[in-house]
């Protein structure tokens, strides 16, 4: 069965479809650069974020996803603040590969108590099959079917996108679009075959809030959030909760609808005060566990996560005037 269902999910990969294409992940509160370049810089430091995926574990071919994001914020003149994102996404389902690079830039304005940015990435998508097919009788070497290639096929087109992001010291809300070009990947590798695929535009939208109280004399900051992504046909929505303790440990629950539940936890380095390069580091786990149809045929999903942020500081420059008036 697990062999049958892979069929059908590369199959309907191969064809101009009309469904959510863009890698899943868990841990969405630490990976909006991925898929909002507005986010480029909010932070006003050099951040980098990898994030390993492997879901569907005990599916044969099933996906795993690679990423790697850095962002650095700075200002112009002085006052204008802008960021500059750098973003690779590695995916993998089956025979099917695919690589998405792309570089972001964003300009933040400052209005009444928060900021408003606005961003925009450009980069390429790569997506490549092996041919080599799998069914519940085992490999075979070829089909008859031009539309699935019986040898290695791939290519790589422009990719764009565009997104709005506002935040405040507690509060964020983003809203963006990938692939707003729709790029088309298109090869004939032999005479009897073609791989034609187009990816779709993937609309975003993430709000969250940080709550900061108190628990046993230490701080414990309270962290809801929602991540919801379309392709205009379907909908998937993650709703979460994390709590952060002394400001060093979290944990949290989330839901996606009507797909998983997934617990969270991870450590803040900072929160140990070791005074080195260490307290720049967060290290983030997740487990999800399928309430879809799917729950019979794997044994959930894990990601792990690695953060390092850095602020730069600025040693203010030591200005020096004469005046007649003081001797």
Known sequence: MKNILLVVVCAFSIFKISAQQDPQFTQNMFNRLAVNPAYAGAKESFCATLISR??????EGNP??????????????????????????????????SLNAKLSMAYHYRIAQGVLAGGLEVGIFNQSINGKWRTSEGNFDGTEDPKIPNSEAGATALDIGAGLYYYTKELYVGISSTHLNQPEISDKPDATSSLTFQQVRHYYVMGGYNYLTAAGGRDLELQPSIFAKTDAVSTQVDVNFNAKYNNLIWAGVSYRVQDAVSLLAGIDLGGLKLGSQLDNIRVGFAYDYNVSD???YNNGSIEFMLNYCYKFIKNEKLERYKSVRFL
């Open 54 to 59: 492997q879901q569907w574990l005990g599916f």
């Open 64 to 97: 795993k996803t690679n990423l790697f994001s850095a962002d650095y914020g700075f200002k112009i003149q002085g006052r204008h603040q802008v960021g500059a994102g750098l973003t690779f996404i590695q995916d993998e389902i089956g025979p099917i590969q």
């Open 294 to 296: 799917l729950s019979s």
